[in-house]
């Protein structure tokens, strides 16, 4: 079992910033892809962004590429997602997930409870 647990989310205006972490505990966390989703009201969750067990080859959701920037510690068990010039309709809660590299949440084992983003205009 891996337990997630998110931070970081709140109220920003639109062009500001926030920093999503993911703190992982159970089983070694550097054993699986990670990955964060988001879920806007009355729409399915969507991808957002992957990174690999050593950090690299990092994927982005064409809605985010340019702006969002995903990295992880594993010395740390930590995932973070860094979120720049954030505009309303990134508005969602954010989930954090473990498991193998992709853009389906269906290859997902483990996942967080989810931290809120809302962006105002």
């Not at 997630?4 to 062009?15: F, T």
């Not at 550097?30 to 990955?35: L, R, V």
């Not at 992880?72 to 954090?96: F, G, I």
Request: glycine share 12%; charged share 15%.
């Amino acid at each position: 079992q891996v337990q997630l647990v998110e931070s970081g989310g709140g109220l920003v205006q639109a062009g500001g910033s926030l920093r999503l972490s993911c703190v992982a505990s159970g089983r070694t966390f550097s054993n699986y892809a990670m990955a964060w989703f988001r879920q806007a009201p009355g729409k399915e969750r969507e991808f957002v962004s992957t990174i690999v067990t050593g950090g690299s080859s990092p994927d982005y959701a064409d809605s985010v590429k340019g702006r969002f920037t995903i990295s992880r510690d594993n010395a740390q068990n930590t995932v973070y997602l860094q979120m720049n010039s954030l505009k309303p309709e990134d508005t969602a809660v954010y989930y954090c997930a473990a498991g193998g590299w992709s853009r389906n949440p269906r290859n997902y084992i483990y996942w967080g409870q989810g931290t809120q983003v809302t962006v105002s205009s």
